[in-house]
Structures are given as C-alpha cells and as structure tokens.
DNA sequence: TAAAGTATAATCGTATACGATAATTGTCAA
DNA sequence: TTGACAATTATCGTATACGATTATACTTTA
C-alpha cells in the first residue's frame, strides 16, 4: 500500500467519484501493483469516510477493468497476462484509427498547438509517473475533434487498462524515443490533413508499442498466469 | 414502473449483479422507459434489501451507459441521441468485425449449428421482449470464438445499448425480415470460412441498421434533445 | 394573479453497527 | 513433525438510521 493515496479537504465533488479517480492514478502510476488486494476498511479510514463510498467507487473501478472482485474475498489489482495487452491492442487499434479519421478534418489549429505543446513538455519530463498522462493528453488531444464521447471514453479506458505497464516498458529510453518520434510523425500528418498517412502510423505506433509489451512482459521473469505463480 | 422486476428467492450468486441484471433486462426489454427515475428505496423494497446493494448495481449500470446519474438527484434511464445511435454503431462496426475476422478461422461446427438454431428459433419467437436477446445469441455466439473476451464483452454493452431501440424499430416486421435474411448471409459466408464476404455483410447489416434507426429516431414524434422537451 | 418565500415531504448519501464469510493461528492426535 | 480440526481474528456485505439535499405544496405579498 502506497504511504498516501490522496487526502481529501472537503467534498468538491462527489465522493465515490473522487476515490475511484485516487485509486485509478495510483494503479496507472504503478503505486498499487497488480494482485494486490485493496482493503474497504483501509481505503475508508484513509480517505476518512466509510466504506460505502469506498465500494462504490470499486465498483466503478472494476467496470473500467482496473480491478478484479470475488465475493467475500474482496477487490485486487488487476493483472494482465500478454494474451490481454494483445486483445486490448486489437480494441484500441480497430477504435483509434475510427477516432482518428474523423477526427483530422475537424481537428482546429488550437488542438495543433495543443498537441505539440504536449510532445515538447515530454520531451523534459523527467518524472516518469507522468509519463502515461502526457502519452493519453497527446492521443486524446487529437481523438476529442472526432466528437465522439464514447469511443472517446472507451479508448481512454482501455488506455488505462495497459497505462501501467507501458510506463514499465517506457522505463527504457530508446523505446521512449521512437515513440516520441512516432507521436511527432502522427501530428506532422495531422497537421497535412494526411488521413491516411496519420491512421497508418497510428497503427504501426500501437502494434509496436503491443508487441514490445507483450515481449517484456513474456521475458518478465515471472511466467505468472492470470495471477497465479507457476 | 413495471409491475414486478424480479422477486428472488435466496441469494444464490451476489445481491448487486442480481439487481443488476434484473434492471438491465427491464431496460433492454423496453418496461423501463427512458428518462425514467430509478427510486433507491422503491427498487430495494421490491428486491427485499437495502439501498446498500441497489446503488451498487446502479454504478455498474451507469459504467454501462445504460442509466444516467445526478448527484443528490439519483439515476434515471438513459436516451440515446440518434446521433449517439451513429456514434455506437460506429464503434460496433470497428469491433464487430475484428471480432468476426478472428472468429472465422476458429469456428467449430457446434458454434455453427448453434447459430442456425438460433436463427430458426428467431423465425417462430413470437415474444417481441425476446428478439433483442435471440439477436444477441446470434452474434455473440460467432464472436466468441475469436476468444476475446474483453472485446466480446464490450461489443455486448454496446449492444446493450441500441438494443431498447434495436426492439422498436424491429417491430417492423419488414425490416425483422430484412435483418433475419442478413443473418442468413452472415451464417453462410462463415460456414464458406469466407472471411471478407462476412465481415462485408456486417458491415452492411450494422450500417443498415444504423441508418434506419437514426432516420426512426428523428421521426419519431419527440425531437429531443438529451431528454430536454423542446 | 404572479412572484417570492416558507414549510413540508420525498429522496439521496453515507456513517454506524452487526451478522456472515474467509483467513489465520493454535491445538491435538497420529 | 504433520495433518485435521477448532478457536480466533480479519474482512466482507448490508440493514438500519439519520443528516443533507432537492422537490413539492402552501403561503404571503405586491
């Protein structure tokens, strides 16, 4: 367990909402790891509320895949065994091009420079934890032209889903490199209009970032099936 | 409110996902309505629980987009946008057809034979409440050999979601025809293991669909607005 | 009458409490 | 020592209760 998950002044929100999105950073952030168990009592008392709200927002954080449930036995990190990266890859890939598309005749000069602002913070981020956020600003910055909430929200989640170990694997600092050099391809030919050009990088970007994970994650040391030690 | 949801006897699974279900069919099957509110203490009262219970299946239902929230105002069935009928069907088609894509190959003569007899069941059902459901079988039980169980179940909550109007529109019985003699073709093209003529079809099919949905959408008396009377 | 304000009722949100279930530890016999 | 069983502890699941919020009905006043 992670020394603070978030303390809360006062309410600004509502209160499952702002639990589930402590607990989603912390997972994406890799401060909770995979299988480990997330207890109602502790999160409630961190938080200092009970555990209602607490099981609200677990619920809504198990929709989203981030966390497993079994009755009685409570919520745990989720894990994802390469199969899944792979299966998620296929989603994102088949959602994101459809994004992406409708999205680059409608995109505004402002989503441009928004983007690119986005590419140059990377550049100097040193802190890696923030990595995953500055990666979904890019994509989400040129997918919301498509004014598709949804798919918006469907690509975001599975984006969270493989969120924690592409920051792993980003760890390695010439894959970050040629993904940078990816994203700066993908707007290049944004900002041409090229649609074609744009989807055909897009896809190269995702099915190398899938296969990439999918290696790290098969050499891992641990050939660990859904959660369970050989 | 419709007479009676569901009155369950024991607890033979977990209390949430059985009120859950029970909700989720009440909306597919069209007895509650859109825009209609969803009473906390009146739905635990008919389940014999507490709210307790009854809010956490509602969270689950709203990840779905089945249902809507308003702090301190509760949930009420969701409506769809004809252009956000676009949008899912625009997402359906993006993973349907990866679904079947890998499908094919992977096809066994049961998963055949069970498709057929659910489209001969569809021809004699009469029970309107259960196209909807029989529609399901008929897709889930091709995509389901392409052994994606997140896509799968994704693709079910889209599903899920056009399915009220799915229900309406099909009232038609031309277009039930229509539909059904799709299911035909699709059926074929997979027993051919004719992998581009199947996934051409579904695109029509899909897109069909969508485009009489929408076009029933915007005549349909009510020009609405997001559930705000214009 | 209509707008504004107030009182009442309906509904929500969750802290507390407690029985139910699972995990852990301790005990005993083989 | 080790396996089976019992006792203990930890944790879960939710019914109950109550303050907070919103909706509705009822005044009051201009």
Redesign the interface.
């Given at each position: 367990m992670p020394k603070t998950l978030s303390i809360q002044t006062k309410n600004p929100g509502?209160t499952?909402e702002l639990i589930a999105a402590s607990l989603r950073t912390a997972i994406l952030q890799g401060r909770l790891e995979s299988n480990q168990p997330l207890r109602q009592d502790q999160i409630a008392e961190l938080f200092g509320v009970s555990k209602?709200p607490v099981?609200?927002a677990m619920?809504?954080l198990r929709?989203?895949?981030l966390i497993e449930f079994a009755?009685n036995r409570g919520f745990v990190v989720s894990e994802l065994s390469p199969a899944?990266v792979e299966?998620?890859y296929?989603?994102r890939m088949?959602?994101e091009?459809?994004a992406l598309e409708r999205a680059i005749p409608k995109l505004r000069s402002a989503d441009l420079i928004r983007a690119a602002s986005v590419l140059e913070i990377s550049e100097t981020e040193e802190d890696r934890s923030q990595w995953g956020e500055l990666n979904w600003e890019f994509h989400s910055t040129l997918y919301q032209a498509a004014e598709?909430?949804?798919?918006l929200n469907?690509i975001r989640v599975l984006h969270n889903n493989v969120g924690r170990y592409l920051l792993i694997y980003l760890g390695g600092l010439s894959a970050r490199d040629a993904s940078q050099a990816e994203h700066k391809k993908i707007l290049q030919a944004c900002q041409k209009r090229d649609v074609d050009r744009a989807v055909k990088i897009l896809q190269q970007h995702l099915s190398r970032a899938s296969r990439r994970l999918v290696v790290f994650l098969c050499d891992q040391g641990d050939h660990t099936i859904k959660g369970v030690k050989s």
């Open positions: 509502n499952p209602i099981r609200e619920v809504q929709a989203e895949g009755p899944e299966e998620i296929v989603m088949a959602l091009t459809k598709w909430p949804r798919l469907t």
